[in-house]
């Protein structure tokens, strides 16, 4: 079994900083991949930030600049830092993570979302 926990959702005034962070754990052979979904209500989840286990990233068009993903592979662990963050980016933000298991298999799996508000 694997999880996926994330933490550091909340309320914060426009303008200001978050920071996400998504550990995993349970039967990890590798992580290849982590990234950051967000769902705002009445709209599709959309990808925010991946970053690869070679470090590669990739960002949504509306977040660059302003937030940044990084990894810690010995702690199996994933960071979003957000800054300058504007009443649009209020949403749900999940951590999805591409885990091998073994050496064949590998699967996606899904944290259980974390709220951030931007709101004065």
């Known amino acids: 079994q694997v999880q996926l926990v994330e933490s550091g959702g909340g309320l914060v005034q426009p303008g200001g900083s978050l920071r996400l962070s998504c550990v995993a754990s349970?039967?990890?052979?590798?992580?290849?991949?982590m990234g950051w979904y967000r769902q705002a209500p009445g709209k599709e989840r959309e990808l925010v930030a991946l970053?690869?286990?070679?470090?590669?990233?990739n960002y949504v068009d509306s977040v660059k600049g302003r937030f940044t993903i990084s990894g810690d592979n010995a702690k199996n662990t994933v960071y979003l830092q957000m800054n300058t963050l504007k009443p649009e980016d209020t949403a749900v933000y999940y951590c999805?993570?591409?885990?091998?298991?073994?050496?064949?298999?590998?699967?996606?799996?899904w944290g259980q979302g974390t709220q951030v508000t931007v709101s004065s």
């Open positions: 999805k993570a591409d885990i091998a298991v073994d050496y064949v298999n590998e699967y996606e799996y």
């Open positions: 349970g039967s990890i052979f590798s992580i290849n991949a």
């Open positions: 970053i690869t286990n070679g470090g590669s990233t």
